[in-house]
């Protein structure tokens, strides 16, 4: 490994690219609001995402006011219950994690982290986020739309996705649904392609792509992914939205709604599971890849050790991604498929579950006999690993066709991917939030509200989804608005209900705390220091704290080194920047 | 800090050939892709991500196909025009592919006035090839005018499976909405080429930033692509 850390003796190129001039704003609209600048578009990013996050968690507390006391809040009809499922689960996967990952962390990190002056379209990047807005606003038009938003389950399933005995079938709310998507798509496009362009193409000198920090590379493939992944949404999309409209028939079989022969006819809705599924797999990596990346840096940098196997990291990471396009039908066992195809799917699901455990041991291993501070980041960090590993096991269950035909649509899947794909990559924006708060805000978030924070909030965690892995395997069915009278559900299961419900709300107090120590901390918060973590990647190098525009002052950094150099033998300080010269790395240019 | 051009200062060092130069070029800083300006790569992912969109269009289109249950309306006689007392099967499409296909010809020739700094001669060549892509969707309208006075509909058709008519006029739809914003492209930046905004160094109107000759021939990558895309559309739908 002594190649990627430090070099090979080879003198580091002279730079390829002339300095770019970047816009700079006239005015306080110019700057803070229509801004271009990457940083700023981040926070804007991250705030809507927020934002809107903010509405998902709420309709989770309403939907399990419901499950834990059935009937007991008059305007949580069955209606209602399924309007809040299906904008819960929509704005979680998409509008909250993925814009948050890639959207928020992506902008912020990847010019800073590679040493680049800002992403290289500033403009569409700006667009991005404005049409990311646009599609929020129209998701939360649905809401007061007349029939309210769709009820069709987040998967938005055809044929009940447009009739009418799903809310918003046959009102506005699936069309503002789909609108608000394809929008989103585009706007995605726009900052994703500058993600990976800026990647591939604006590194600072010396910074090659085997010297990227993991979280670069996490952010990097999961964009590469999206970008390939929501055509398929895109495409499902549109032809759902012309049968909805238009009366066109490719999701629609010849059907009969309220004893009444439909016009529809001839139409596939598998068709539509596998456009569903096959950007649907692929998105549950695109969330779940920045957060590998970004716990990997946690751990790195919080147990003062370098990752252990960087290079094998790097390779699970895409080999995680390309295999994610080609194991989508395992969604669909239940949905009549050929058991050829069925084998097919199982068998690359489970090839998955190979570089992902790579993963895992690799963090495990950097942790052994590290120096590990029990910093809220890492506690966030050690706090993901756990949660992980545990919803990977359960998917190791879903993956095999047999055991996942009798579990199928119970709570034992609810529990799988609010464990794997809920708490786990939300424990890393935690955790990188108290991480990169620092940087972004030049304060320090408050330590007793983040403990508070962290431990009702992971705690609470498990106590809410692990009591529904037993639910789901006495067959408490998923996507239930009431359980009502069954022989085969016993009354302690009610009880244990009740107990999540209560959990839920306590876990949803601690968010309050998060929140409003975002707030109280800028102000408030101790002043951090340019490098607070005393850490060895670019954006913790910066001239200034937060970084100004254009991240660096006249010189571009030059990078001599990878991004793991902690603990280095023999060095004075126990990291060493990616951008220091010196015996261990290469000598600074033009000093031979 | 002085231009903004993205091209290169100065040759990185020593650069292998053939695999070795791909590996060289993908262990080293700064660029994976060497000599590639940043709008070039942007072009050629946001290709690759359009791929897919119109790769999901025609699957989904040849799985309805497959899949149909009542017959599908004959190509080419459903794509016929009448001419001189005869059916001429596939006719207006053999000129619309020849119309986009030529001006496939004309881009590439723009591309190369381009760098010789010739902007008259590359300004008229776009203009020419935009010329072409709007009888493109000129002729377009025509056929979805003839075939909705026909009765074909995204909902039915006289003819067969309903679905002819909707993958029909939902891809050949978003193709022409490409074919379309190529247009704009296209005379947008021969405006610029006329004007000698490349030379003079102008700043864009939304970007502030200076163009460069090279945006002609990005604006050829989207143009070709979006032709390619219409061979396919060609073969799968109309020689099926
Ligand atoms: C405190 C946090 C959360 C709670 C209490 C919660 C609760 C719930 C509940 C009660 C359901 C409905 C289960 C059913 O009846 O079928 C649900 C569904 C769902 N949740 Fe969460 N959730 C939380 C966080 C998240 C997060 C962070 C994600 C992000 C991936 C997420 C994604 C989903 C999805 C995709 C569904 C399925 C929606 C559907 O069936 O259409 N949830 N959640
Ligand atoms: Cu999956």
Partial sequence: MVDIRSGTGEPIGPAEVEDVELYHPHSWWTRYVFSQDAKIIAIQYASTAIAIGMVALVLS?????????????AFIDADRYYQFITMHGMIMVIYLLTALFLGGFGNYLIPLMLGARDMVFPYANMLSYWLYLLAVLVLVASFFAPGGPTGAGWTLYPPQAVLSGTPGGKDWGIILMLSSLILFIIGFTMGGLNYVVTVLQGRARGMTLMRMPLTVWGIFTATVMALLAFPALFVACVMMLFDRVLGTSFFMPAIVEMGEQLQHGGGSPILFQHLFWFFGHPEVYIVALPAFGIVSDLISTHARKNIFGYRMMVWAIVIIGALSFIVWAHHMYVSGMNPYFGFFFATTTLIIAVPTAIKV???????????IHLTLPMLFALAFIVTFVNGGLTGLFLGNVVVDVPLSDTMFVVAHFHMVMGVAPILVIFGAIYHWYPKITGRMLNGLMGHLHFWVTFIGAYLIFFPMHYLGLIG?????????????????????????TIMVLVVGAAQIIFLFNLVWSIRHGREAGGNPWRATTLEWQ??????????????????????????????????????????????PEGAS | MSAETHSPVRQPLHRPTGLAGLAADWASDQRAFKNVSWGKAMMWIFLLSDTFIFGCFLIAYMSARMSTAVPWPN???????????????????????????SSSGTMAMAVNFGYRRDRKKTALLMLLTALFGATFVGMQAFEWTKLITEGVRPWGNPWGAAQFGSTFFMITGFHGTHVTIGVIFLLIIARKVWRGDFDTGRRGFFTSRKGQYEIVEITGLYWHFVDLVWVFIFAFFYLW
């Fill in chain 1, 61 to 73: 507390w309403l939907m399990r006011l419901q499950l834990g006391f059935p009937g007991a809040f």
């Fill in chain 1, 361 to 371: 041991y690799n963090w495990v291993l950097t942790l052994w006999r590290g120096d």
């Fill in chain 1, 476 to 500: 408490v069915p998923r996507r239930y608005y009431e359980m009502g009278e069954t022989a085969f559900v016993p009354a302690s299961a009610h009880t244990l209900n009740e107990f999540i």
């Fill in chain 1, 542 to 587: 910066t001239p200034e704290t937060p970084p100004r525009h254009g991240n660096w002052g006249k010189e571009l950094p030059v990078v001599y080194r990878w991004a793991y150099d902690y603990s280095v033998p023999g060095a004075p300080e126990d990291f060493i920047p990616q951008n220091q010269p010196g015996s261990a790395g290469l000598a």
């Fill in chain 2, 75 to 101: 190509p080419s006689e459903v794509f016929a025009l009448h001419i001189g007392g005869t059916d001429v099967p596939l006719i207006l499409i053999a000129i619309m592919t020849f119309i986009l296909i």
